[in-house]
């Protein structure tokens, strides 16, 4: 509820929690939408439509939230945009009260009207002076009775670019219950869908969206629009290479690229389209991410990447990301009046025109991980910025509930960091990149995650070998990599840890959760001291028959584990559990040999990035792409009417 409606004048009390209504705007309009509660403040029954809200008498609503206040300095910074007309129909006696802010967070009243009867109010208003941050918004305030907010609305000049469409596509694995779910969704709001020249699911999966209860009707509603691309498994980088590339052949002006196990806001859909079309060059729009399980916390508000580390960061220091908008709203946060600039959207909802895949090309056959970040990157290199757009935003699992960094995609993130570090690093050999990466080397060989780095030596022999190895290992790779789960008890999950030997008392750490990291100063005596223990001290025969410990995922740490010779310890989702057991001989070897690869790729880094330089046209290419679209054996398209084209023609 938090991110629709407060409660109170502008730096009034919030609402609790509550559940999101679908809203329902036109193209050229960020219209205002509202939601139940079951709050106090504001009654259930108060609610009249999508649109429309009941205030009681003596009462008072503010609008300075989330999805309805209007992010002006973001218009004001990318779009032609400087000035934007509020309306707001009412009926009843009242008040309308226009608000601002600045960079600051700090609140300005701007105007304000009387209202009675069936009115119509309008307000003119400049987002000339939003040069670094600001939002406007008004509040609501009833007299002599009830005042009903019919309908609101920001109003804007036609987009310099009118009758644009865009391909909305969704990437899918085995999550066909959750794809049907949006495409339903975005049925029921055709405003958004008239947008749309096609709904592109590409799936990838062995679970079939086409497949689903229900498919034939949802497939009936949208009509010619829906087609289903199946291919082989290719990852997300695959997945949405499809959708771009179909999205240039269709003749789109824009693709949207979704994540498949999201909830979708449609107005978001009207909202990038309205920007996009306005902005003053070509440019990628993306969306916010609200946690899935925490519909009112924002998780990511756009993303950086840290140049001399090669990692994702944050736009500003005064970022607060998992922001929980239920216990502090919009307009009591000041950080998030700021104007944030990215390198980057993630492709959970990121919005390309056609005119920068064609000039930049599609991604790079990274599978899963950094293929976002390095076309972001890439198009800013081509004069193409990103913009995370307030206000547009959808809900995802967030990254809490995953541990991606660790077990088989493990090999994704190390090979593709180093990749798009070696494509667009600024700084001589990297930067810090291969310095952390052994020492993550070092952090996991600790932990007693022996696949974890089997995966990342095989990753980073994989990238030494040069940039002929991408796009074939998008088809077998994965597989490759679980083949050799069998030789790694880390990597052997168990649902139930009664299936793991019971430990022995006393056997543990009792301590354990009480283990803090080392100090800096004393972190490089500490890691040589503790990797000297695990190489010269063998575990005991009982501390390999049988765990020391059950670990809880929250207390896996590698300075806790390290202090372990056996212990079982719980994944991030709390679906099952591994038994990491320390063998010194592993950990020998694979200190060695990352060691020896790190020194590798210091020496030869000057060559390897002109090698992947020079390869890059080539793997981004249409060519390519559609050779390796041919290799994956797409099968038939399933649609809801006439197919636009054949599956065999369409690769």
């Known amino acids: 509820m938090s991110l629709y409606a407060d409660a109170g004048p502008a730096t009034g009390v919030r609402f609790k929690e509550s559940d999101e209504f679908a809203r329902n705007p036109k193209p050229v309009e960020q219209k205002l939408h509202l939601v139940g509660s079951n709050t106090r403040e504001v009654h259930v029954d108060d609610l009249l439509s999508r649109q429309s809200v009941r205030v009681r008498s003596g009462e008072q609503l503010s609008l300075g939230t989330y999805f309805n206040a209007f992010p002006a300095s973001y218009w004001r910074r990318w779009t032609h945009l400087r000035d934007i007309r509020l309306v707001v129909e009412t009926s009843g ?55 009903v907010l019919k309908e609101a609305r920001w109003e804007g000049p036609p987009p310099v670019r009118t009758g644009e469409t865009v391909t909305i596509q969704i990437t899918t694995m085995d999550k066909p219950d959750f794809c049907l779910a949006n495409v339903r969704t975005l049925a029921g709001h055709p405003e958004a869908l008239e947008l749309a020249r096609e709904v592109l699911i590409v799936d990838q999966g062995s679970r079939k969206v086409a497949d689903q209860p ?26 949405f290479a499809r959708g771009m590339y179909e999205s240039v052949e269709n003749g789109s002006d824009y693709v949207l690229l979704l994540d498949d196990d999201v909830v979708m806001e449609p107005e978001s859909i009207m909202r990038m389209m309205a920007f996009s079309g306005s902005c003053k060059s070509p440019t990628i729009v993306g969306g916010h991410m609200f946690d899935l399980y925490s519909r009112s916390t924002l998780y990511s508000m756009g993303e950086t990447i840290d140049s001399r580390r090669f990692s994702p960061g944050q736009p ?15 307009r009591q946060t000041p950080w998030l009046h700021r104007r944030f600039d990215v390198d980057y959207n993630g492709w959970w909802m990121c919005m390309i025109p056609t005119s920068v895949i064609r000039q930049v090309g599609l991604p790079l056959p990274l599978f899963i991980k950094w293929d976002d970040s390095e076309y972001g990157l890439r198009a800013r290199a081509a004069g193409f910025r990103t913009v995370s757009l307030p206000g547009a935003a959808l809900w995802h699992i967030s990254w809490i509930d995953k541990d991606d960094l660790v077990g088989w995609q493990a090999y994704f993130h190390n090979r593709n960091r180093l990749i798009t570090a070696l494509l667009h690093s600024p700084h001589p050999k990297g930067g810090n990149v291969l310095r952390e990466s052994f020492q993550e080397d070092v952090k996991h060989l600790v932990s007693l995650q022996y696949f974890t780095v089997h995966n990342r030596l095989s990753a980073r022999e994989d990238l030494l070998a040069g940039p002929a190895h991408l796009h074939p290992a998008l088809h077998g790779k994965l597989a490759e990599i679980l083949a050799r789960r069998g030789a790694y008890s880390d990597a052997q999950m168990l649902e139930d840890v009664d299936e793991f030997p019971p430990p022995a008392l006393g056997a543990g750490l009792s301590t354990s959760a009480d283990i803090q990291m080392p100090a800096k100063k004393d972190m490089v ?34 300075f806790r584990i390290a202090h372990y010779d056996s212990v079982v310890v719980s994944n991030a989702e709390g679906t099952a559990a591994s038994w990491y057991k320390r063998d010194p001989r592993k950990l020998r070897e694979m200190l060695k040999q990352s060691a020896s690869q790190h020194a590798r790729l210091y020496k030869e880094w000057d060559d390897l990035a002109e090698a992947y330089k020079s390869a890059l046209p080539e793997l981004v290419s249409t060519d390519s792409w559609r050779r390796t679209f041919q290799a994956a054996a797409p099968g038939q398209d399933h649609a809801g009417g006439p197919a636009a084209r054949s599956a065999a023609a369409s690769s």
Do not use: C
């Not at 040589?528 to 207390?555: C, F």
């Open 316 to 330: 500003h220091r005064d970022m607060q990301m998992r922001h929980d908008f239920s216990v502090s709203n919009l």
């Open 93 to 147: 006696r009242g008040s309308v009260t226009v608000y601002k802010s600045n960079a600051r967070g700090t609140i300005q009243r701007v105007d304000g009207a009387r209202v009675e009867d069936d009115a119509r109010t309008e307000f003119e208003l400049s987002i000339k002076p939003f040069g670094d941050g600001g939002w406007y918004w008004f509040d609501l305030a009833s007299s002599g009775g009830d005042l």
């Open 525 to 558: 005596q500490w890691g040589v001291a503790t990797v000297a223990r695990q190489l010269l001290k063998r575990p005991s025969r009982e501390a390999l028959e049988r765990p020391q410990a059950y670990l809880a995922h929250i207390d896996n740490r590698w």
């Open 214 to 239: 229900g498919f034939a009707e949802v497939a009936a509603l949208l009509g010619p629009k829906l087609r289903v691309i199946d291919q082989a498994n290719l990852g997300g980088s695959g997945g």
